[in-house]
């Protein structure tokens, strides 16, 4: 589903970089999951505006948890 974008694996967000209604551009960085010690930055699939954003830092999410969506 390419409205939201899902944990690729599990791990404890450090940053969001995106808030409900921020339009954004293919590519770029919305949050940053820390997993076995190593920062991986989460970046857009396509581009459009954010919905909802479902994680803060300091979150544990699991794999496939939906962390944002997009409008439409």
Known sequence: DSSSLTAPIPGVILTVSVKPGD???????????????????????????????RIGPGDQVRHGQTLITFAG
């Open 23 to 53: 339009s954004v551009s293919f590519g770029q960085e919305l949050c940053v999951l820390e997993a076995m010690k190593m920062k991986n930055v989460i970046r857009a699939s396509r581009e459009g505006v954010i919905a909802e954003v």
